[in-house]
């Protein structure tokens, strides 16, 4: 978390999550995603006792309270479709597909409390997954980014052309915005993945880190993965 670490403004510090954060991650999810049912103690003690070391909080040290997290998992993409929803990625959000032996890093999960958005928390966060895929040489990082600032443009805008003006900075994207200062690429739009993300009218855009220096070998590119639909 070296890389997390040196990017954190003053006053954050960064960790693995542990049974004492579950409540406060809770509640933060109920301010972030109000329309989702937040997790529960039982699946954040699930995701900690399969992969520990994949499960990330950034303290903020004055107040002592859960600021931000990110939650990944290790998956085999060849058993998935590119348009999958989170649903089907995560095993019903139970990271019960998780697999040590796999090469694709997957981000189930990246918030920050909104009263500590716009800090660099989320970039920190972010890093410090970078530095995981780069310790267990794995071949990519993949998420799906939701897309709320496309809901009010939807009648105008096809989701293909609503990302073409988030990555020209014609348009600014709450979320996807930042995915794209931190380095991710947008491999598809994808509709489905959080069906209740009214916000993002149910689109999001497959994201995509690559490790420079283990890249997955060409035929196992997240591209040639087929669509469900
Ligand atoms: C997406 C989210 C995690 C970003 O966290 P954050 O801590 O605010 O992001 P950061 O401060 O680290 O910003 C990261 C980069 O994005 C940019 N950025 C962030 N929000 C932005 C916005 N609304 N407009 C323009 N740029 C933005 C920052 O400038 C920074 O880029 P830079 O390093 O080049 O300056 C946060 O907004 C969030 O929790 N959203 C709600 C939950 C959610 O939808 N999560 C995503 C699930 S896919």
Redesign the pocket.
Known sequence: MDEARRHLPEGYSIRLMTEEDYAEIAEICRR??PTERPYTAEELAAHHRLFPEGQFVVIHEESGAVA?AHFTLIIWMIHFHLDDSWDELTAGGSFADHDPEAHTLY?A??????E???????????LATRELVAHKALWRMV????M?GYGRLADALEPVDYIAKVKKAEV????L??????GWDVVAAIRGYLPHDEESKGW?AVIQWINPDCPPPPDFDLTKLPRKN
Do not use: E, I, M, N
């Open positions: 972030v995603y931000g981000g999960d990246l918030f920050v409390h909104p500590h958005q716009h800090h660099g928390l989320g970039k920190a966060l972010t998420g799906g980014s939701r709320p600014t994207d709450p979320v915005t930042a995915h794209l200062h931190d999001a």
